[in-house]
């Protein structure tokens, strides 16, 4: 083993996972992301370039992720960032949609801690990638909100049965510059005009923000908010 | 349509719910209560008396509850009790055993109210049955307080997309005289003793506190523990 | 001593504590209310009429208020409904009104159950009054929603002293028939139409909560929103 | 005005306060600090070293603040750490050292935003400490319970005042290396037990995360919790 840091970033293909494990790469650190599809995961593990390696990951089968996870090594910060977009309303509900998006967000990401779980150290830290929409739904967002709320709880029990590994989460609004949203100006400019920062979140704030949650030895088991003070008006 | 009140307890066949029923049906309220076995809803039904009527209904099977409440007529008070006892860890996870908690707490409840939320008026009234294991992690409760979390939110885009509609959800810890727990004496007793109040709390306190969120009209998207105080220590 | 439930009310001479008095005497029960002016909170409590007497009380100087409270026997249910109505914002802040505002809500609450506490029993309960100001700032509640946030921990050291004395907290959004708000259409109307349930908060919602904290025996240590749902949205 | 960052830290003699202006200092920023008494602050300022400055200030008077920083220029970082160890039950309640407590911790503080405002540029940034004593009292905390809770909610109206400028807090449980804890090996080892990283909390670590808070610059309105865990359990 080096002593190189291991990250693994679940949902690493685009977005926020993505743009941590390429601040990663860039200090050296050893990288795995995972994504949907082989080709696309390798392809974008080549893009990121540094120590990173691609790994291909279906959270929505549970089941088969320990086996798909065996060859990773040490893990020493580990990142989940992945997501199912489900537009879903309780007045044209989609169940099966629903029970998607569920189980790759809260069934697939704790499996994910149980199958990486005993190659972490006492030292070792986790961050789950939630959202704003657990406290603020917006239409379309039944599932979302439901899984982000289920994320809130689910660090404070992988935090008490995975102690000492520090485990918390990150609940980002609108961040302006993934390429879900780039495309999207009207929904973008009302994001920076609802945050009372007068600017929208950045995959670089989030960046910063996973960094901390995983390196200060002391934050454990929170939920931290990241959308400019939106939820406060 | 009587001036009765109309009342669809989901999970009504034992513990809270039935509790719940049961107070109704002895104001005279129209019921119905809901339970996995059509044999046995019918008989607790029976058991409940007043104008109290059984409906099969499996929760682990969303797609397939609007057609088991179609004879389901006004909803002035749905409660949503039903509940799936997982005992799960991190460590020794079974992703199915999680993923059924999850669909019949999350999916199944929200699809109860895509089916219902049409025979609903404008001062109906819906709760849910969550869990202080949201807040209070357990030994094994690692997808309870998942799914606990996830009615937290939930409730929030309940309230909001079927405004005017009031939903909110109550928390319980350790309800000393259900089925389940009142053979379990030593755990009981360390409820008992946990709570600040010196005394475990009881489904007469739950269902005091449902007949309150489903009353008050200006209570709304709450999520309201009753612990007698536990999670303060 | 007798068998009627002894409430005392502090701030009882107008709005949601003068409600919440009426509906006690209306019940029989012994009511003391609690105001600034020794004649008004007489007059009042002549109005309210029942077994409802009226002390004079200046919360703003808590080294006064045991001996105001002297002749005050067994309390059963003590309401904390006193407030003061600072207009202050940090741009022009006036430090001396601010003090003045934390100490009535914050150390003249406390000593009110320090004076008391000796006189409740081990089924007493308390309610303070907040605000949904504590998440929900507003131009000029800068002390306000400070004395509020002060209000949502108070009830957690006191439910943890005072066990198994239970004592909560209710923050309503704006309150539609109090004096103060009646003549301000625009303002009931903007709450009214912020809440989720389309209709404004009363003064007879929040005496039904208030209730319902006092007499639920496994509700303690709460902070509960009564807003219609504003919070969410 | 030079380019180099310009910290104040209130409350900068001893504790976390002092080690975060520490730490300003060797990165070569322009740093004053206060403290109660001018001498104590002068010569705990030379001690710090590099560009760093000491001025007397006394939170419990907030009519006098904005005289004594006067002399403050632009201020980039705000950290109030100023403290005021109330010891304080309702059972044996002084509410002259609550009010002095309230009044140090909730009005001071405002007293200072109100003062150094209008010389913070819009991407100035603040963080308050206040304590993890808000949701987790102990015995004696009556008031800094009351006061932390109060700073949970200050922040979130001085975020929306203040706006674009960014607040947030800071609750530590207890601070192991402090000079008022280190001398308590029995308390330290008990938060060292109760956290769940293992681990007690350290002055390093707030600084970390006060940096942080301060930086990102879309965390804003946020209360974080930096207590290893301890309040899950």
């Given at each position: 083993m080096s002593d190189r840091t291991h990250v693994v970033v679940?949902?690493?293909?685009?977005g926020i996972g993505r743009h941590f494990a390429r601040s990663c790469a860039q200090r050296g650190d050893d990288v795995i992301i995972t994504g949907r599809s082989e080709e696309r995961t390798k392809s974008v593990a080549h893009e990121i370039g540094g120590r990173t390696r691609g790994l291909a990951l279906e959270l929505a089968e549970p089941e088969r992720i320990a086996a798909a996870l065996a060859?990773?090594?040490?893990?020493d910060q580990l990142v989940l960032a992945a997501l199912d977009r489900d537009h879903n309303?309780?007045?044209?509900?989609?169940p099966a949609d629903a029970i998607r998006l569920l189980t790759v967000k809260l069934t697939g990401y704790t499996e994910v801690l149980h199958a990486l779980a005993p190659r972490m150290t006492d030292d070792s830290a986790a961050v789950l990638i939630g959202g704003l929409a657990s406290h603020r739904p917006y239409p379309g967002s039944t599932s979302v909100t439901t899984a982000n709320g289920g994320i809130g709880a689910l660090v404070r029990t992988l935090a008490v049965e995975l102690s000492p590994i520090r485990v918390s989460a990150l609940h980002p609004s609108?961040?302006?510059?993934t390429p879900f949203w780039s495309d999207k100006p009207a929904a973008r400019e009302a994001a920076a005009a609802g945050a009372l920062t007068g600017r929208p979140v950045t995959m670089g704030d989030c960046t910063h923000a996973i960094r901390f949650l995983l390196e200060?030895?002391?934050?454990?088991?929170v939920n931290l908010n990241i959308d400019g003070g939106e939820v406060l008006i």
């Open positions: 679940i949902g690493g293909t685009s060859e990773v090594g040490r893990v309303t309780v007045r044209e509900y989609r609108i961040v302006s510059d200060n030895r002391a934050v454990n088991g």
